[in-house]
């Protein structure tokens, strides 16, 4: 049965919106809130179209736009269906676990490298320590539902906690650093966009040179020390940071 049939669904033609947007809004609200779940697939196109009394374009474009957030896919021999809603990430001192697990997304973590390195020069400024030094290098791929959401570099100074990767595979690095005693306090954070690398896009599941949402955080803890020096890459269609902003008095 076609999981649109009990939404409901309705447009305004009086109203000044396009009904193909009308549609769009409808169908991402229901993915958004779970009325829509995850691998359900949508009818034909030419059924919602007549049930809704649309043309069949204003129902693909509908359709499209869904496609192009990345909330919809469109399989070959399968048809329409819906896929994981985006993560939106609040500006806030949080991990991508804890906000995974917030949004209902059952992540799972694969550690990829998990070792003591030289301390680049970029790394030694972040952390305040003398390059060269030893710190630990954590590589971790973060998953929702299976699918690759982001790829994690993390930074630490040695010592700090135990790092052991089966710990980091079942929870998330800042539930590590509270269990260990570590109070986080503020962050310094960048974020930005560039073209995936061959090796991102083979690990997070997209093209060469499709775009990444980047981001480089360091974190320090209630003594003011640095404890965190993350550089990490998002998938935009499955992940975004929110902003609040504030007019200055």
Excluded: C, W
């Excluded at 040695?158 to 306090?185: F, K, V, W």
């Excluded at 690990?203 to 360091?218: F, S, Y």
């Amino acid at each position: 049965m076609d999981p649109t049939v009990a939404l409901e669904l309705r447009v305004d033609r009086s109203s000044p919106v396009p009904l193909y947007f009308q549609l769009s809004q409808q169908l991402e609200a229901a993915i958004e809130h779970g009325s829509l779940t995850p691998g359900s697939l949508l009818g034909n196109e030419i059924e919602l179209a007549a049930r809704l009394g649309l043309s069949r374009p204003t129902v693909r474009q509908a359709i499209q736009s869904l496609v192009d957030k990345g909330l919809l896919v469109r399989r070959r021999g399968v048809g329409t269906q819906v896929v994981h809603s985006q993560v939106k990430r609040p500006l806030e001192l949080s991990s991508l676990y804890d906000d995974l697990e917030a949004a209902g997304q059952h992540p799972a973590t694969k550690v990829l490298v998990n070792t003591v390195v030289p301390a680049s020069s970029e790394v030694a400024a972040a952390l305040g320590i003398a390059e060269g030094s030893d710190v630990h290098r954590v590589e971790r791929l973060r998953l929702a539902h299976g699918e690759p959401m982001a790829y994690l570099v993390n930074h630490l100074p040695p010592g700090l906690l135990d790092l052991d990767t089966g710990r980091l595979e079942a929870t998330g690095l800042y539930r590590l650093m509270r269990s260990a005693g570590i109070t986080l306090h503020s962050a310094r954070q960048s974020i930005g966009a560039r073209a995936a690398t061959s090796a991102e896009a083979e690990r997070l599941a997209e093209t060469d040179g499709a775009p990444l949402l980047t981001m480089q955080r360091v974190t320090f803890d209630d003594t003011g020390r640095a404890v965190e020096f993350g550089d990490h890459t998002y998938r935009p269609t499955r992940y975004s940071f929110e902003f609040q902003l504030l007019v200055r008095p």
